[in-house]
């Protein structure tokens, strides 16, 4: 393994670099101060997002995730990884580069799995980042963690499918530019475990789809974002809408899946690489007991373990990323899970330091710690609960020994 960036990963992440100095950190008390503006009317997207994608666009910093299509910039999931890293330094950077969840994960299936009308009329207005969308798995009623528990029904009616079922924690669905969901569902209950469902495209405007509530996390709303509790009734989708077939929907969620969980892993080391850059300006900054604060001993150990843990983790997600580049993802599924694992309990702890160096500043909004502290928290259940990822490498070890 090269731990060396090629030439192009190294000519993007000067440019993306480049672009977060000048248009995103200084427009981070903007975005805060437009939001606010809104009132308790929070599901509205704030100008200054949209100005900076026509900026990120017209810099070709654009679609960046996206390997294997004409609109992405053919970098290799190697060559993304510090990208991803930049983006995550500000919650909502990644957008302006139309690189955030669940969009991409989204555009990802459509591109892989979407016939071409859904790729006319979905992809492309996803590629343009003119729309938005989200992705309905999770559900209120069931332990999804384990997806065969998926109650939700997607039964063929003619030339229709019919969808009842309840969804929660559907990312993104309260944005006002959300226009389409994936959902997934059971269309056989009598198949093999793994061949009982499917995912269907349904337009967020659909009839039956009512958006029941907003779910906040630690108290924040994440509008326009949003995470929301969706009841799906009598939904009534062309058979078009079906992606790959029925019973084909794992197969599309371990595709989508595996890219979706890496790059909430670089986005997350960017987080704690900002909180140890914050958590050092302040112990410099500031006074206590006749000298510095970082010159107090204790933070010596807490500074030189979050540098070891951030590499530990950029590492491991370099190799992961590498492993899905050169043999595919389902061979690096124990690296992708290791990651998934490891990133965002590293980040947690790093920016709880990061907190207890700035005092009662570090729980306020005076600093962006509090809220990345409450978004990186979420990582350890999303896209499967750490748990989850527990299991499949205790599994792995065990395959090694199996026969002998």
């Not at 967020?204 to 969706?230: C, N, Q, S």
Request: aromatic share 8%; with cysteine; hydrophobic share 40%.
């Amino acid at each position: 393994m090269n731990f060396e960036y090629s030439d192009l990963c190294k000519d993007y992440q000067a440019r993306v670099r480049a672009f977060m100095d000048e248009h995103v950190y200084p427009n981070e008390p903007v975005y805060a101060a437009q939001m606010a503006a809104f009132g308790t009317e929070r599901w509205q997207v704030p100008a200054i997002i949209e100005e900076l994608k026509q900026k990120a666009k017209a810099a070709g910093l654009w679609n960046l995730f996206l390997p294997d299509s004409e609109e992405g910039a053919g970098l290799s999931n190697s060559d993304y990884a510090p990208l991803a890293e930049e983006m995550g330094r500000v919650p909502w950077a990644s957008e302006v580069f139309n690189c955030a969840a669940p969009d991409t994960g989204n555009m990802e299936v459509f591109v892989r799995y979407g016939t071409k009308e859904h790729q006319e009329k979905w992809l492309k207005p996803l590629l343009a980042g003119e729309i938005r969308s989200a992705f309905l798995m999770t559900e209120p009623a069931v332990a999804s963690a384990d997806a065969t528990n998926i109650e939700c029904k997607i039964e063929r009616d003619g030339d229709e499918y019919v969808i009842n079922g309840r969804k929660w924690w559907s990312s993104g669905a309260g944005d006002p530019r959300c226009k389409v969901f994936i959902v997934m569902g059971k269309t056989n209950p009598d198949a093999d475990v793994h061949s009982q469902q499917s995912m269907v495209v349904v337009p967020a405007d659909a009839k039956g789809v009512t958006i029941e509530r907003f779910l906040p996390v630690f108290g924040y709303d994440d509008a326009p974002h949003g995470h929301m509790e969706i009841k799906l009734e009598n939904v009534r989708v062309p058979a078009s809408a079906i992606l790959l077939g029925e019973g084909r929907g794992f197969e599309i969620a371990q595709g989508r899946l595996g890219p979706g969980r890496i790059h909430h892993c670089m986005r997350t080391i960017g987080a704690a690489e900002r909180a140890l850059e914050l958590m050092v300006k302040r112990l410099m900054s500031r006074e206590a007991f006749g000298k510095p604060i970082i010159k107090h001993s204790v933070w010596d150990s807490r500074i030189a373990q979050a540098r070891i843990e951030i590499e530990t983790c950029r590492l491991l997600t370099l190799k992961a990323a590498w492993m899905m580049d050169t043999v595919g993802n389902k061979v690096a599924r124990g690296e992708i899970a290791m990651i998934k694992v490891a990133a965002p309990r590293m980040a947690l702890k790093v920016i709880d330091d990061a907190i207890q160096a700035h005092g009662g500043c570090g729980v306020s909004n005076d600093t962006p710690l509090a809220y990345s502290y409450a978004g990186i928290r979420t990582l350890r259940l999303a896209d499967g609960p750490d748990e989850v990822h527990e299991r499949t490498i205790a599994r792995l070890e065990a395959k090694k020994w199996l026969n002998g």
